[in-house]
């Protein structure tokens, strides 16, 4: 129950700090808006009715769901069980107040959403719709930027339009401020008055001057000023981020109603259903791997995380292809898993020259090893 103002706080962290999914929020001082799941207030009797009906629609959720979901302490299954729960989409807003200008009100942080999110969409268990696309502060991540409008030659933004005067005499193209003594206009290049519009001089247009250097612009360029630490950043060297809105899939819903789904601890919840589909082909002799990345940390440090999530990306599609029919790639935030028939798919060496491989087209090796967690009977033997 919402009932600390925290006048002074931003609300897009609210479920960080209440620490709980699967139960409703109830809003009884009128602030909390999106950020709650229903607003009860004790003169209106209409909220009555609709807290009570939020209350039902959670408590008839958490009925639906398989046992080993309702408490779940795992992060995927929480976010997947809360939007199945609650019966919200996980639904993008703009947030100033954070510095990663969005926020996903009735759910976690963005911080902590996005990537859970992003995790299960790949399991296809949420779909994302385009949401918002903003530019990110290279200095601190912040995403709360001044856009403005800059001289091209000294990056002020201390322009000024004014209109152009074009002499035909002398063939003189300046700014209007250049001819303009008192009331006259005199030529700065031959000094002659001018007299007559469309005879002596027109005006072809507008620019922008800068009063800082006296530059003339048709097109400024664009430019950010981070309002977190005061950087500045041009446009094309601002790190642009595409924002999604998540929706729940039948899969997904399908997948927390099922109660035998064999969940191996800390293994994608997609491995685990893709087990539970095949563990009745006797004609399978399935074997469960990790896959680790020995050179992640010393990638990340020389060209980024997303040089190497490029990597990692390029990398398992290659394994994928190789795989074929006798395998499948699972993904999860942590770790890599490969789920194979290892009667099609050869012994331990022949997986581990085939990730060598997959890796060698690579610009930079990630040093992939294996490392098998479950074995069928009949190789351990």
């Keep these: ?20 999914l699967q139960l409703p929020i109830i809003d009884v001082k009128g602030r909390a808006g999106d950020f709650a799941d229903v607003h009860f207030d004790i003169m209106e009797p209409r909220t009555w009715v609709e807290t009570a009906r939020c209350i039902l629609r959670f408590r008839q959720g958490r009925k639906i769901l398989a046992p080993q979901y309702r408490e779940t302490i795992e992060a995927e299954q929480q976010l997947l069980a809360h939007t199945f729960v609650s019966g919200r989409s996980i639904t993008g807003m703009r947030y100033p107040l954070a510095p990663t200008a969005v926020c996903y009100p009735g ?18 268990y949420l779909r994302k719709s385009f949401f918002d696309r903003v530019h990110e502060c290279g200095s601190c991540s912040s995403r709360r930027l001044s856009v403005r409008e800059e001289c091209p030659s000294c990056r002020s933004a201390d322009l000024q339009e004014t209109a152009l005067i074009h002499h035909f005499h002398c063939a003189a193209l300046l ?42 612009t048709s097109e400024p360029e664009v430019g950010f000023i981070c309002l977190d630490c005061n950087a500045k950043i041009d446009a094309d060297s601002a790190k642009r981020i595409d924002l999604f809105s998540y929706s729940i899939t039948d899969a997904g819903a399908d997948f927390l109603q099922t109660s035998d789904v064999p969940m ?42 997303p040089t190497f999530n490029r990597l990692r990306a390029l990398f398992l599609e290659n394994v994928q292809n190789h ?35 997959c890796e060698n087209i690579l610009s930079d090796h990630l040093e992939a090893s294996l490392r098998f967690i479950s074995y069928p009977a009949s190789a351990s033997q």
């Design 107 to 124: 759910f976690f942080s963005a911080e902590k959403t996005i990537p859970i999110a992003e995790s299960l969409v790949k399991r296809g």
């Design 175 to 216: 700014a209007e401020q250049d001819f303009r003594q008192d009331t006259a206009l005199i030529c700065p290049k031959c000094s002659r008055q001018l007299r007559n519009y469309g005879k002596d001089y027109d005006r072809p247009g507008h620019v922008h001057r800068c009063n800082n250097c006296a530059a003339l």
């Design 1 to 20: 129950m919402f009932a600390d103002e925290r006048r002074n706080s931003p609300l897009h962290n609210l479920r960080d700090v209440i620490g709980a």
């Design 323 to 357: 795989l074929a029919g006798t395998g499948s790639v699972h993904v999860s935030a942590s770790a890599d898993y490969l789920l194979i028939d290892y009667r099609e798919s050869g012994s331990e060496a022949d997986i581990t020259a085939l990730l060598l491989r």
């Design 264 to 305: 191996i601890g800390g293994l994608p919840i997609s491995l685990a259903q893709r087990l539970d589909q095949l563990r009745s082909d006797a004609n399978m002799s399935l074997a469960v791997a990790e896959i680790t990345y020995h050179a992640k940390s010393s990638i990340i440090a020389l060209k980024g995380e």
